[in-house]
Nanobody, 127 residues
């Protein structure tokens, strides 16, 4: 059974940093395109960052230069380092995995549609 479990969310002031983690079980990150998404109530879920099996990355314009996606294949864990956080970054953050790796779009998402999703971790940034 595949499970993706996010952690690391919390409340910070604007300008602060958080690191999100996504631990995968029953699944090998190294074979997949992995990504982070976020969603606020009443809005559509949006892609934030993605990483393919070759380690190439893609980011949404709104987070470029502030967020960094990475993964540790030995630990089967995906990370999202978030620096210089802004109130508009407040959202529920989800990690997702696509079983195929067809590459990346330039907007922070995998070309292959994600199949597996975590339960989400809340990030709240106050001004």
């Amino acid at each position: 059974q595949v499970q993706l479990v996010e952690s690391g969310g919390g409340s910070v002031q604007a300008g602060g940093s958080l690191r999100l983690s996504c631990a995968a079980s029953g699944y090998a990150n190294s074979n997949s395109c992995m990504g982070w998404f976020r969603q606020v109530p009443g809005k559509e879920r949006e892609g934030v960052a993605a990483i393919d099996t070759d380690g190439r990355t893609s980011y949404a314009n709104s987070v470029k230069g502030r967020f960094t996606i990475s993964q540790d294949n030995a630990k089967n864990t995906l990370y999202l380092q978030m620096n210089s956080l802004k109130p508009e970054d407040t959202a529920m953050y989800y990690c997702a995995a696509a079983p195929q790796d067809w590459g990346l779009f330039s907007d922070g998402t995998c070309i292959a549609r994600p199949t597996y999703w975590g339960q989400g971790t809340q990030v709240t940034v106050s001004s």
